[in-house]
């Protein structure tokens, strides 16, 4: 249907054109009223159907005598009078002798016709896009592998890397657990002394070990500060240098019966000795089954220091 900038307007007597300089007046009105003839001026006369865009098939049967103008059939009367009437009969025939009626099952079979291929051409390109779709899809996946396959090497190195490093980390995290000696911290060896420990990695065999560093310090159950001493291996030209401090004998008693230093004592089994040292006084609670173990139990639940001792001359 075409369009128009000047839509048309019926009153009971005029056929109105907004923006025309006059109205057409309704000079004849057939098919009870359904057709409408106007005269807007000497050239031409208009045809008005049902008040709607005429059908193609009319615009169609009325070829070469009419043209279609929005609502309007105009029929060019200045040069032929008689062609006014004779497009009112074709109209009248138009709708009268089932050609309206035809035109609007063609109209309709048209429409259903092209609905069906509308729906045939939008089911052509979703397949079209399903298959364009699938295809991206194998071509990625395709990518994909190929990247994959391209890069596999790099990646089994990277995997391979990262799991050394974690067994490297793990090692290491195992030797500092394993290669630590707990110490009271004044009698803790000094960084890079070389000692001896027993480690029960092989039994309790003695090793030569070299202080790497302490750790933090606690006090222990004993009350006594002590910390750990964080050890490495010693090397050969190590253990052959290694002298062992002499150590002097330690005897526990109890606190108030300790000696004072350079102050003599006699030891258990009589020998008479002089204290060179006195320290680490703690409670030996006699719960601890360490404290039950290892000491006599005349020290149980008492006050006691560690006193150090040399012969007396």
């Keep these: 249907m075409p369009s ?10 005029h056929v109105l054109v907004y923006g025309a300089e006059h109205p057409a007046e309704i000079v004849d009105r057939r098919l009870d009223g359904r057709l409408l003839v106007a005269n807007p001026g000497k050239a031409n006369a208009w045809l008005v159907l049902d008040g709607a865009a005429p059908p193609k098939a009319l ?7 009419a043209t279609e103008n929005d609502i309007r059939i105009v029929v060019r009367k ?20 089932g050609s309206a009626e035809k035109a609007a099952k063609r109209e309709a079979g048209a429409k259903k016709a092209a609905a069906t291929r509308a729906a045939e051409r939008a089911a ?7 298959a364009a779709a699938q295809a991206r899809a194998v ?8 990247i994959d396959e391209a890069t596999r090497s790099a990646r089994e190195a990277a995997a391979a890397e990262r799991a050394a490093a974690r067994y490297a980390e793990e090692a290491r995290l195992f ?12 009698e803790a060896p000094c960084i890079g002394e070389t000692f001896f420990v027993a480690v029960g990695e092989d039994g309790f065999r003695g090793h030569h070990v070299v202080a790497e560093s302490h750790g933090k310090a606690w006090v222990d159950h004993e009350g006594d500060t002590v910390c750990y001493v964080y050890w490495r291996h010693a090397t050969g030209e190590e253990r052959a240098a290694y002298v062992p401090a002499p150590r002097r004998p330690v005897v526990t008693l109890r606190a108030e019966r300790a000696p004072q230093v350079g102050q003599a004592f006699r030891l258990r089994d009589g020998t008479e000795v002089v204290a060179v040292d006195v320290r680490r006084r703690r409670y030996l609670d006699d719960s601890s089954e360490d404290v039950t173990s290892f000491y006599s139990s005349e020290l149980w639940g008492q006050h006691v220091v560690d006193v ?4 007396r001359t």
Excluded: N
């Excluded at 128009?4 to 007597?13: R, V």
């Excluded at 052509?124 to 399903?130: D, T």
């Excluded at 071509?139 to 190929?146: C, D, N, V, Y």
């Excluded at 030797?175 to 004044?186: E, P």
């Design 78 to 97: 200045k040069e032929r009078p008689e062609a006014v009437a004779e497009a009112v009969a074709i109209v009248e025939s138009f709708m009268t002798d």
């Design 124 to 130: 052509i390109e979703q397949a079209e896009r399903e």
């Design 139 to 146: 071509a990625h996946a395709e990518e994909r592998r190929r």
């Design 308 to 311: 150090e001792y040399e012969a």
């Design 59 to 65: 615009m169609k049967a009325l070829k070469g005598l």
């Design 175 to 186: 030797r500092v657990r394993s290669q630590r000696t707990i110490y009271v911290k004044d």
């Design 4 to 13: 128009t900038t000047t839509p048309t307007e019926i009153t009971a007597t």
